[in-house]
C-alpha cells in the first residue's frame, strides 16, 4: 500500500491550498483516510478524517470552519482544502489510512496502518 501526498507549498497567512494524497494498492472500502501534521518541535496532530462508507467527516477543533477533507472513491484520493490559512498552520502534512478503525481511534496517529510521505505547508505572516 502506498499513499502520496501532495500540494503542499508556501502561502500567505490568509491564503488557501489544496493538499491531495492518493492511495494504491489498496482500496481502503471500508475505511478511514484522515489528515495530520506536525509542526517543528510537535508530535503528530490529528487534523481531519473521513470514513468511506458513510462519507462522515470529523476536524480537530483548530481547523473546522477553515479546512475541509473530501474524497474521491473512485480514485481512492483524499483531498484537504484549507482556506484562511494562519501562521500557526505550518508543518508537514502526512496523510494516513487504515482499513478498520472505530471513531474513538481516529484521532490517534498510532491507530493507523498507513502513511504517506508528508507534504511541507508554511504559511508567512
Known amino acids: 500500500v502506498q499513499l502520496q501526498a501532495s500540494g503542499g507549498g508556501l502561502v500567505q497567512a490568509g491564503g488557501s491550498l489544496r493538499l491531495s494524497c492518493a492511495a494504491s494498492?489498496?482500496?481502503?472500502?471500508?475505511?478511514?483516510m484522515a489528515w495530520f501534521r506536525q509542526a517543528p518541535g510537535k508530535g503528530r496532530e490529528f487534523v481531519a478524517a473521513s470514513f468511506r462508507s458513510s462519507g462522515n467527516t470529523y476536524y480537530s477543533d483548530s481547523v473546522k470552519g477553515r479546512f475541509t477533507i473530501s474524497r474521491d472513491n473512485a480514485k481512492n484520493t483524499i483531498y484537504l482544502q484549507m482556506n484562511s490559512l494562519k501562521a500557526e498552520d505550518t508543518a508537514v502534512y502526512y496523510c494516513?489510512?487504515?482499513?478498520?478503525?472505530?471513531?474513538?481511534?481516529?484521532?490517534?496517529?498510532?491507530?493507523?496502518?498507513?502513511w504517506g510521505q508528508g507534504t511541507q505547508v508554511t504559511v508567512s505572516s
Open positions: 494498492g489498496r482500496n481502503f472500502r471500508n475505511g478511514v
Open positions: 494516513a489510512a487504515d482499513s478498520n478503525l472505530v471513531l474513538s481511534s481516529i484521532r490517534t496517529s498510532q491507530h493507523y496502518d498507513y
